[in-house]
Protein backbone atom coordinates (compact mmCIF):
# COMPACT_ATOMS: atom_id res chain seq x y z
CA UNK A 1 0.00 0.00 0.00
CA UNK A 2 1.44 3.28 -0.69
CA UNK A 3 1.37 6.26 1.24
CA UNK A 4 -1.00 7.81 -0.62
CA UNK A 5 -3.54 5.25 -0.28
CA UNK A 6 -2.83 4.51 3.31
CA UNK A 7 -3.62 8.63 4.31
CA UNK A 8 -6.64 8.46 1.97
CA UNK A 9 -7.60 5.50 3.77
CA UNK A 10 -6.61 7.00 7.08
CA UNK A 11 -4.60 4.42 8.01
CA UNK A 12 -6.76 1.23 6.26
CA UNK A 13 -9.90 2.36 7.59
CA UNK A 14 -11.73 2.98 4.87
CA UNK A 15 -11.25 -0.38 3.99
CA UNK A 16 -13.90 -1.61 6.76
CA UNK A 17 -17.60 -2.89 6.05
CA UNK A 18 -19.77 -1.96 5.73
CA UNK A 19 -19.93 1.76 5.70
CA UNK A 20 -16.23 2.54 5.31
CA UNK A 21 -17.30 6.11 6.03
CA UNK A 22 -18.89 5.60 9.21
CA UNK A 23 -15.69 4.14 10.10
CA UNK A 24 -13.76 6.79 9.53
CA UNK A 25 -15.90 9.51 11.16
CA UNK A 26 -16.20 7.67 14.24
CA UNK A 27 -12.23 6.54 13.81
CA UNK A 28 -11.53 10.41 15.24
CA UNK A 29 -14.01 10.67 17.44
CA UNK A 30 -11.46 10.45 19.91
CA UNK A 31 -9.79 13.58 19.57
CA UNK A 32 -12.89 15.15 21.00
CA UNK A 33 -10.48 14.80 24.33
CA UNK A 34 -7.49 17.00 22.98
CA UNK A 35 -10.18 19.86 22.50
CA UNK A 36 -11.83 22.77 20.09
CA UNK A 37 -8.21 23.95 18.78
CA UNK A 38 -6.44 20.38 18.12
CA UNK A 39 -9.61 19.34 16.37
CA UNK A 40 -9.55 22.37 14.44
CA UNK A 41 -6.17 22.30 13.80
CA UNK A 42 -6.52 18.27 12.99
CA UNK A 43 -9.43 19.19 10.90
CA UNK A 44 -6.58 21.54 8.74
CA UNK A 45 -4.15 18.72 8.58
CA UNK A 46 -6.61 16.39 7.31
CA UNK A 47 -7.70 18.49 4.71
CA UNK A 48 -4.06 19.37 3.69
CA UNK A 49 -2.77 15.54 3.66
CA UNK A 50 -6.53 14.54 2.00
CA UNK A 51 -5.26 17.12 -0.94
CA UNK A 52 -1.68 16.03 -1.20
CA UNK A 53 -3.11 12.23 -1.12
CA UNK A 54 -6.01 12.22 -3.57
CA UNK A 55 -3.41 14.09 -6.18
CA UNK A 56 -1.26 11.61 -5.84
CA UNK A 57 -3.76 9.18 -6.35
CA UNK A 58 -5.73 10.96 -8.99
CA UNK A 59 -6.23 8.07 -11.55
CA UNK A 60 -7.65 5.75 -8.59
CA UNK A 61 -9.79 8.41 -6.32
CA UNK A 62 -11.24 10.47 -9.08
CA UNK A 63 -14.60 9.34 -7.92
CA UNK A 64 -14.65 9.62 -4.59
CA UNK A 65 -14.26 5.57 -3.69
CA UNK A 66 -15.74 4.15 -0.46
CA UNK A 67 -12.37 3.16 0.61
CA UNK A 68 -11.29 7.26 1.07
CA UNK A 69 -12.33 8.26 4.31
CA UNK A 70 -9.25 11.13 4.79
CA UNK A 71 -12.04 13.67 3.91
CA UNK A 72 -14.96 12.05 6.50
CA UNK A 73 -12.23 12.36 9.01
CA UNK A 74 -11.47 16.02 8.19
CA UNK A 75 -15.23 17.40 8.11
CA UNK A 76 -16.10 14.92 11.53
CA UNK A 77 -13.46 17.14 13.19
CA UNK A 78 -15.45 20.64 11.91
CA UNK A 79 -18.04 19.14 14.34
CA UNK A 80 -16.10 18.47 16.90
CA UNK A 81 -14.10 21.44 17.09
CA UNK A 82 -16.72 23.41 18.31
CA UNK A 83 -17.29 21.84 21.62
CA UNK A 84 -16.29 22.76 24.14
CA UNK A 85 -16.49 20.54 26.74
CA UNK A 86 -16.18 16.82 25.49
CA UNK A 87 -19.51 15.18 26.38
CA UNK A 88 -21.05 12.04 25.21
CA UNK A 89 -24.17 13.84 24.15
CA UNK A 90 -21.98 16.31 22.46
CA UNK A 91 -20.46 13.99 20.43
CA UNK A 92 -23.17 11.83 19.51
CA UNK A 93 -25.07 15.07 18.32
CA UNK A 94 -21.40 16.01 16.17
CA UNK A 95 -21.13 12.88 15.02
CA UNK A 96 -25.34 12.26 14.11
CA UNK A 97 -25.15 15.89 12.31
CA UNK A 98 -22.27 15.21 10.22
CA UNK A 99 -23.62 11.58 9.01
CA UNK A 100 -26.80 13.27 8.36
CA UNK A 101 -25.43 16.24 6.44
CA UNK A 102 -22.65 13.68 4.67
CA UNK A 103 -25.07 11.16 3.66
CA UNK A 104 -28.38 13.52 2.36
CA UNK A 105 -25.85 15.73 0.95
CA UNK A 106 -28.60 18.74 1.36
CA UNK A 107 -27.65 22.04 -0.89
CA UNK A 108 -24.34 23.29 -0.97
CA UNK A 109 -22.69 19.62 0.50
CA UNK A 110 -24.52 18.38 -3.15
CA UNK A 111 -23.24 20.89 -5.17
CA UNK A 112 -19.34 20.40 -3.30
CA UNK A 113 -20.26 16.54 -3.98
CA UNK A 114 -20.56 16.93 -7.99
CA UNK A 115 -17.04 19.13 -8.37
CA UNK A 116 -14.55 16.91 -9.80
CA UNK A 117 -11.44 15.90 -8.45
CA UNK A 118 -9.69 15.85 -4.99
CA UNK A 119 -11.89 19.42 -4.68
CA UNK A 120 -15.08 17.71 -5.01
CA UNK A 121 -13.83 14.55 -2.96
CA UNK A 122 -12.29 16.92 0.24
CA UNK A 123 -15.37 20.24 0.19
CA UNK A 124 -18.45 18.01 0.30
CA UNK A 125 -17.63 16.38 3.70
CA UNK A 126 -15.96 19.78 4.72
CA UNK A 127 -18.90 21.53 4.42
CA UNK A 128 -21.30 18.81 5.88
CA UNK A 129 -18.94 19.13 9.08
CA UNK A 130 -19.34 23.19 8.79
CA UNK A 131 -23.10 22.79 8.56
CA UNK A 132 -22.68 19.89 11.28
CA UNK A 133 -20.81 22.51 13.51
CA UNK A 134 -23.10 25.48 12.35
CA UNK A 135 -26.01 23.60 13.71
CA UNK A 136 -24.16 22.31 17.31
CA UNK A 137 -23.42 26.06 17.57
CA UNK A 138 -26.98 27.50 17.52
CA UNK A 139 -28.34 24.13 19.21
CA UNK A 140 -25.65 25.36 22.37
CA UNK A 141 -26.98 29.13 21.90
CA UNK A 142 -30.76 28.16 22.03
CA UNK A 143 -30.28 25.75 24.82
CA UNK A 144 -27.38 26.32 27.04
CA UNK A 145 -26.00 22.85 28.31
CA UNK A 146 -27.79 20.42 26.30
CA UNK A 147 -24.79 19.38 24.95
CA UNK A 148 -22.62 18.98 28.08
Wanted: proline fraction near 8%; aromatic fraction near 6%.
Amino acid sequence: MTLARLVASLGGIGHLRPAPGTWGSAAVLPCVLLGPLPCLALAALACALGFWALHALSAEAASDPGWVVIDEAAGQLLALAVLPVPSLAGVIAAFALFRLFDITKPGPVGWADRQHGPLGVMLDDVIAGAMAAATLVIVQYLVPGVLS
